[in-house]
């Protein structure tokens, strides 16, 4: 899969912009604050219909416009396919080969992209916060039933947050809807962990060949799944449900002290194990950036597996963060394989050794010359 086109009209510092791209490496080249970032963001809302710098979608907008729009196209195994996104003052709107889409997560996953980002080198020692939200774009671009599972658990937790506070305010005495919440939330919240279960197990198998690869068979990496729920003991999603409906009722009286939902998949986390050690507490810088690059390269290796297509590559000025022995693994892993969007100042040294020729874009205030 790659993008083989692009169009914007009134997106961030783009007032009007199309581009063809390499099925290779393309390199987007100028100096800070001239638009590199907003054209990778640019790929990122095409595939995901949101952005991964903000929650705002207004503030994509170009200042003194109604609307922005991007559009381009997919080439895949089975054929071209154009995407278009509208986002306005009003919503989103996204269309799949020129036809409107009711639900946005009918569109999500037919462009797949993997973002590396200087931020992402701190996905092991961040918060547990930034590891579910990796974990849920992951696999929501490779499961839509996950996606929607997701979207709703989230829903229903809202909904379940706001009715726990009334109630510890006395502002509502009905415990027989708490009981409805909890059993919708129950059923959603089993889904999700199971197949985070499921998704994190096979995860770590390609993880833990990319870590063995860039360290020479010298470290070995595991995932361990933290979840509230003792899942050695339990065989499927049906007696997950069971379990975390009993779970909501024993701790009733606790959520109605507190006001909030206590147990789920909300505060999930996911620790990294090299050579029996955690590597949040335990691991040097080195490790632990190891560890994020071999998340991001199992991360292609597990989208492949799953939709049979190859994603595409964003690598957001995450160079300059990695030393030449992880530029060179890097690169080599996806030099050939994976269309690759690359934002830099500059290229030389390793990347410009292994790369080679790149299809070059230099930008320059919201202007882009090939």
């Known amino acids: 899969m790659y993008l083989e086109h692009l169009e914007l009209a009134h997106f961030r510092n783009y007032d009007s912009l199309a581009l063809d791209f390499s099925p290779q490496t393309n390199v987007l ?28 979608d207004k503030s994509l907008i170009q200042w003194g416009h109604d609307f922005a729009k991007l559009s381009g196209v997919i080439q895949r195994r089975v054929g071209r396919l154009p995407l278009e996104i509208v986002l306005s003052h009003k919503g989103k709107r996204a269309k799949i080969n020129h036809l409107e889409q009711k639900r946005l997560s009918q569109y999500v996953g037919q462009f797949n992209v993997i973002l590396f980002a200087p931020e992402d080198l701190g996905l092991v020692k961040g918060s547990p916060a930034g590891r579910r939200r990796f974990i849920d774009m992951e696999f929501g671009q490779i499961n839509h039933q996950y996606l929607y599972n997701i979207t709703q658990y989230r829903s229903i937790l809202r909904q ?56 020479q068979q010298r470290e070995q990496l595991i995932f361990n799944y933290q979840t509230v729920l003792p ?45 029996d050690k955690n590597v949040q507490t335990f691991g040097s810088q ?85």
């Open 286 to 370: 080195g490790q632990q950036r190891t560890v994020a690059l071999s998340l991001k390269l199992a991360e292609i290796e597990m989208m492949k597996a799953q939709t049979g297509e190859t994603p595409v590559l964003l690598l957001d000025d995450v160079l300059s963060e990695l030393d030449d022995l992880r530029q060179t693994h890097l690169l080599q892993t996806i030099h050939n394989r994976v269309q690759t969007f690359l934002t830099t100042t500059s290229l030389d040294g390793v990347a410009r050794d292994i790369i080679g020729q790149p299809t070059t874009f230099t930008v320059s205030s919201g202007k882009v010359i090939h």
């Open 29 to 56: 080249i100028g100096e800070n604050a001239q638009g590199k970032t907003n054209l990778l963001e640019a790929v990122y809302v095409l595939s995901l219909a949101r952005s991964h710098r903000t929650n705002d």
């Open 231 to 275: 899942t050695a003991e339990i065989q499927s999603s049906e007696q997950l449900y069971q379990y975390l409906k009993e779970q909501y009722q024993k701790q009733q009286k606790r959520e109605l002290q507190q006001g909030t939902t206590a147990l789920g998949p909300h505060r999930d986390d996911v620790s990294f194990i090299v050579n």
């Open 160 to 215: 379940r947050n706001l009715y726990l506070r009334s109630l510890q305010r006395h502002q509502a005495k009905d415990l027989v809807y708490l009981e409805v919440l909890s059993d919708q939330l129950s059923g959603f919240g089993a889904e999700i962990i199971w197949a985070r279960k499921n998704f994190l197990q096979q995860m770590s198998e390609y993880a833990n060949a990319q870590q063995q690869q860039i360290t």
